[in-house]
Structures are given as C-alpha cells and as structure tokens.
C-alpha cells in the first residue's frame, strides 16, 4: 500500500479553480484512492494538467490521431527505472482534463462538476497502472473497480441512473 501520491498539478484553465475551489484536494483524494493499492517503496508523483478544449485537442490528435477534444487523456510513464535513492519518487505518468468538455458533459447529464472530476481522475489513474477499456470485459471490469473507488469517496455510481448527479 502506498500512501498519498504527490500530485504535480498545473491549472491552465482559471475556470477550474473558479468552480470547484479545493480542486487540487478533489484530486489528490481521488487519484490517491485510485493508487492506495499500488505497491511501491518510492513516492508515486502524478502530474495532472487541468486545460481547456483547444489544448486537450491538440494533444488528442498528436498522440491518438483524434482531431477532437475530449475530456480527459492519461499518459502512462511505464515501469519504473531502478533509482539508487528511495526517496526519487516514480513518476507514473501524466493526466490531462479539459474543463469544457467536463462541464458539457455534467450539463448534459445533469452531473454535479466535483464528482464527474472525481470520476475521470480515477478513471485516468487507473489507465496509468494499465487498466483498459479495449473490449466489453475490459471495460465491465474497470467500471466495477471505478464504481467501488468512487464509494470509497462517497460518491454514487455514474453508470446508473442518478449517478453523479447534482443534489
């Protein structure tokens, strides 16, 4: 069990911090239940971009080919190298969240803006530890690893009805 990972955060986008002001501990909550599990001696650092669409955009077509904006992206740092020093922390890699298109999905679905960035911070620390979604198995196992992490933070289940929604 590892304990709370170190979380690199940079607000690109003011809007973020304007609509949920403890953004930085939302996320340092959510990312830390996702990853309390992953075994390691070292500090885990996480860096977490929070942009808007135009820049999410540019990073989904350069590294997925997808010329569109979505809502957020994880770039998985790999194995760490053996490091001499234990207190060098494993960079797991990088998570990237546009506040647009979060905010247009939680209009649209009538989610609460807080728990939907609580949701998709787990959903990306997960693809960091290498969870998918390639194929239906894939994508009911790691709803269920999300539905059970989310519990752990008091938020309900997004993928049913009611889920995520604001009170």
């Keep these: ?5 170190r979380i690199a955060l940079e607000i690109e986008d003011p809007r973020w911090t304007s609509a949920i002001p403890d953004i930085a501990a939302l996320l340092e909550r959510a990312i830390g239940v996702a990853l309390e599990d ?3 001696a070292r500090p885990i650092e996480v860096g977490v971009r929070l942009v808007d669409d135009g820049a999410i955009q540019g990073l989904n077509r350069d590294w997925r080919g997808r010329d569109k904006p979505t809502n ?4 998985p740092m790999g194995d760490p190298a053996p490091v001499a020093d234990p207190a060098f922390p494993w960079l797991l890699g990088d998570i990237v969240m546009s506040f647009d298109t979060v905010a247009a999905e939680c209009a649209r679905d009538h989610k609460a803006l807080d728990r939907h960035a609580a949701h998709l911070a787990i959903h990306a620390a997960l693809h960091l530890i290498g969870h998918d979604h390639e194929d239906d198995a894939e994508a009911e196992a790691m709803e269920a690893l999300e539905v059970r992490l989310l519990a752990r933070l008091g938020i309900a289940d997004p993928y049913a009805e009611g889920g995520e929604r604001a009170a």
């Design 38 to 40: 992953l075994p390691s």
């Design 72 to 75: 957020v992206l994880s770039f």
């Design 1 to 5: 069990m590892t304990e709370n990972p």
